[in-house]
């Protein structure tokens, strides 16, 4: 399955209830798994974003749905970018040749 990284930014609404973060994750975590996404990792970080994740989708529709249902209960806000595996860059570099 393809990978994503999403990176994530607190709303005014998700920042005012930080302690409920990972408490939030955790359900975000059970709803994207029902969709058929895997969260292999995520990350709580410093600088231009306030999370980081790793996601496994089956498809960019099936991902772009489910990030916008957790974007819309307004806690944060997502910037996703396909990630691609050293083999999945072989065989870009292949057909590119």
Same mark, same amino acid.
């Given at each position: 399955m393809p990978n994503y990284v999403t990176l994530m930014n607190w $709303? !005014?609404?998700g920042i005012k $209830?930080? !302690?409920a973060t990972v408490d939030r994750a955790d359900a975000a975590d059970a709803e994207l798994n029902a969709a058929g996404i895997k969260f292999k990792d995520i990350y709580w $970080?410093?600088?231009a974003y306030d999370m980081v994740a790793i996601l496994e989708a089956p498809d960019e529709e099936t991902l772009a749905a489910s990030l916008l249902k957790l974007g819309a209960v307004g806690n944060l806000r997502t910037s996703t970018l396909r990630a691609f595996t050293a083999d999945e860059m072989r065989g870009i570099i292949a057909k590119a040749s």
């Open positions: $709303t !005014e609404q $209830t930080f !302690e $970080t410093i600088g």
